[in-house]
């Protein structure tokens, strides 16, 4: 009996060992799993802050991409230039007609207040407005939105007499509605006559 006690403690005694020993392995394994499931986690946070800030780069790069697109657009100065010449080239027989010209092109307050600073009647003094020359430079301030300033030399005439030329500097705010753009402010910022000096 004896030896039958001391085969079954020694059984006993090697698988406890046995046990021992998976379950220290066992935690081994399970501490090294921890240890990768956190350095996976650290490198998730890490690809995401890198993800967010190219996601932010790109951002940022497309819509400098639209404000280059909009301030080198040569489709927008085109429309300001015509605008603008479609406005100001008048005589007393096409004052009035000329907002007809422009109305799809400016906002409707826009064509109010011009129309509200002068004569819309008939008159029989014969006058005319005629653009000289006309610079726009665009800057960009919306993906869909834009100002402008406009530098635009004049020539009016009243019953035959020239007066000097005159420079007029305009701000004007554009708006893409759609595929086209509009004229959505108007600004007079400033008149002069041109001075040379030789």
């Keep these: 009996m004896n030896k039958v006690l001391a085969v079954f403690l020694g059984i006993s005694i090697l698988a406890n060992v046995i046990l021992g020993l998976m379950y220290v392995g066992q935690r081994a394994t399970v501490s090294q799993a921890e240890e990768k499931t956190v350095e996976s986690k650290k490198q998730m946070v890490q690809l995401k802050d890198e993800s967010h800030k190219k996601e932010k780069a790109l951002t940022t790069f497309r819509q400098n991409e639209s ?25 007393n027989k096409t004052y009035a007609a000329r ?12 064509i109010s207040k011009l129309m509200a600073s002068g004569e819309m009647g008939s008159t029989q003094i014969e006058f005319s407005n005629k653009v000289k020359a ?44 759609g595929d086209k753009w509009l004229l959505d402010k108007l600004e007079l910022m400033g008149s002069f006559e041109p001075f040379e000096q030789n």
Excluded at 76 to 88: A, I, P, Y
Excluded at 99 to 110: G, H, I, P
Excluded at 134 to 154: G, H, I, P, R
């Design 67 to 91: 404000y280059y697109e909009i301030e080198h657009s040569e489709e927008v100065k085109r429309f300001v230039d015509e605008t603008f010449k479609e406005l100001f080239n008048y005589d």
């Design 99 to 110: 907002f007809d010209l422009v109305r799809n092109k400016l906002a409707e307050s826009v």
């Design 134 to 177: 006309l610079n726009v430079y665009l800057s960009a301030v919306e993906k869909d939105q834009a100002k402008a300033l406009v530098n635009m030399e004049t020539q009016y005439s009243v019953g035959g007499s020239e007066f000097p030329r005159k420079n007029q500097i305009y701000e004007v705010t554009l708006v893409q509605n």
